[in-house]
């Protein structure tokens, strides 16, 4: 795989972020599979259409992309706050390239966040903007990466090295089991899919997950009942195959 962009294709763009989006769209139509179905050919989607830049067609699965000169930080830019708070809880939310490509217009790195990954609690508010900018009171967004749970960061691409494509379409096959449409259900799940995921031992107890109740309590102040609701989530994750239970409090990991 080739992964420098050809630059051809953006002499006719003045914006350093037009040339961007033509030349790493293009990229990904030629080079990227669909993550959900492994079908080979991604189409560009007309510019008109609202966060969507790409679409299988095959499943006919869309996405977005975000891509970022340098590795991918913990927080990505996005637009409208609103906006995105709305978009997260309906079926035409987009799942998600982050790429990054280095100064000579090459990909280093490439993830495909599940649309069913999106939280509440991984979209960060930014100040309105000041009265003196041309949207002046514009409340854009931020998508924290780092919170999002790593099953859900699914690596095509990482320090220039491409991963096998069946790696990557049973990754995505693997956490299509978590897939929720309620927003409250994915919120409580995630997080404390996240607990687990620092607990820095594969075996652990469930006492090791109650140590995270302070945490969980600040993130879900409408709950009085963490400790059953911590219960309930792992039960999810045993379930779905990513812990196993081993009796006696004591789980351990599973890995894909």
């Not at 495909?112 to 949207?135: C, D, G, M, Q, Y």
């Not at 956490?175 to 594969?202: G, H, Q, T, Y």
Request: net charge positive; charged share 30%.
């Amino acid at each position: 795989m080739d992964l420098s962009f050809d630059k051809s294709k953006c002499d006719c763009y003045r914006s350093n972020a037009q040339k961007i989006r033509v030349i790493s769209e293009e990229w990904i139509e030629k080079n990227i599979y669909c993550p959900v179905c492994g079908y080979s050919q991604l189409i560009n989607l007309p510019n008109n259409m609202p966060v969507a830049d790409l679409q299988c067609k095959s499943c006919g699965e869309i996405f977005e992309l975000k891509s970022k000169c340098g590795n991918i930080s913990r927080k990505i830019p996005d637009g409208a706050y609103s906006t995105m708070i709305e978009r997260i809880s309906s079926t035409s939310n987009p799942n998600l390239f982050i790429m990054g490509y280095d100064e000579k217009y090459s990909v280093k790195s490439l993830f495909i966040v599940p649309k069913f990954f999106f939280t509440t609690e991984i979209i960060e508010k930014r100040n309105p903007l000041s009265a003196s900018a041309k949207r002046a009171g514009w409340v854009g967004c931020n998508i924290l990466f780092d919170q999002i749970p790593v099953q859900g960061r699914i690596s095509i691409i990482e320090d220039k090295v491409v991963r096998d494509k069946k790696n990557v379409v049973d990754d995505f096959a693997r956490i299509k089991a978590l897939k929720f449409d309620s927003i409250e259900k994915r919120s409580w799940l995630f997080d404390v899919m996240n607990c687990v995921n620092r607990i820095p031992f594969d075996c652990f107890s469930l006492s090791d997950v109650y140590k995270y109740e302070g945490f969980l309590k600040n993130k879900h102040p409408e709950n009085n009942f963490v400790k059953p609701k911590i219960r309930q989530q792992l039960q999810v994750l045993r379930d779905k195959g990513f812990i196993e239970f081993l009796g006696n409090g004591k789980y351990i990991k599973l890995r894909g």
